[in-house]
């Protein structure tokens, strides 16, 4: 497929005549914003397809609504701040813009530390690596890269909330991976991709397997110098012999953690021992939750599909759920649970045929169009204000727990 997007940005933005737009209002357009200014190319506004995002300013100028952005600019040069390079490139494209480009060159002898941002110089530095490295596999279809790799170690929760995009509230008998699978997984996985920036850990509620921290360590012990995210409720303190295991790699490790308020029964106790072993971690409370989770067989056409999977804002959330190396969660657990046709387009499974792995990851990662499983899901779209390609009911209450675990059909 040809690109439509510009490596090179800087001589043909500083003699611009048109107004200049940053796509969209990520961490790091922070750094972008300012590799421009180092450059004197002057900046108008940012854009971004999440609505919510356009009320207040960013970086001092207005952010304009994507879908609405004709009614402001006739013609325009953008500069892609998001690394979802592809999909921003197709919608700007399809509304007729034509000058895109990559802030690669900008960022390549960009002095980073020269500047303050919103977030600490070290994530800024860590979220601009990320940026270039999705950028060059856009330019380099040779390089099979993923900026991050889910771990599923566990479907087990101690939450059980009925609309988990994970599905979790599906499940009536839950189990831990073990360590020899997934870590034999992520190996095999290893093997045949350039690079994979980050690993995070998730559920369910990762501490409720009771491998987690040695499969945290395994993983680091094979990825050296790898970010870890841990994502957890905040119902179980972790344990001294968990933490300590952690601790050589206390510069990789992060929690984010979710704030249910009450739910989160032992929060306090497990932010505590986080700063005690001075690992950084985020703590937020659930936000944002859409409609996503229903497993229902919609019997698209092949043009909607491509539409919802288009408009999908995790078809990148690489999954590893026992065994098998999915394209999102929904697909991963739909899978798992056995609610959807098992068929092999859904997945590559790392632990058989070492031989063929490489290939069929590079066709799953490449894969722009749509899985089969895409027709059970209602979609995710990046602006949830927005009914295309999305058959949701739209923004829900977050976090709404279930008694039992709430019956699906088997297609
Ligand atoms: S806490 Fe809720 S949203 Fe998170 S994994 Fe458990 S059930 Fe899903
Ligand atoms: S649309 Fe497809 S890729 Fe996106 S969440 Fe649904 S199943 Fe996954």
Redesign the pocket.
Known sequence: MKNIVNKNCIESLKGSTDPIIIVAAVREAEAIAYACYDNNIKIDSFCDTEKRKTIDKFCGKNVIHTPEIKNYYKNASFIIASQHIEDVADQLNSMGYDKLYSALELLENFDLNAHKYLISNEYMNSRVSVYKKTHEAYFNKEYTYMRSLDVMVTTKCSLKCESCSNLMQYYKSASNMTYEKIINSIENICKNVDDISEFRIIGGEPLMNKDWAKIIDGILDRNPKRKVFIYTNGTIPPKDIDLDLLKKNEDCINFIITDYGEMSRNIEKLVEKIKLYNFTYVRTPPENWID?STIKHHKRSKEDLKE??KQ?C??YVYTLLDGKLY?????AN?AHLKAIPDNESNYVDVTNDIETIKIKIKRLINNRS??P??D?????PYDPSSSVGYSGKGMIEPAKQTKNPIPYKLY
Do not use: L, N, W
């Not at 394209?327 to 697909?331: E, H, K, M, N, V």
């Not at 059970?376 to 995710?380: D, I, K, P, Q, Y």
């Open positions: 996503c919802v999977f999908c995790v078809k394209r999102c969660p929904f697909i739909a749509f899985f499983a895409c059970f899901c209602e979609g995710r």
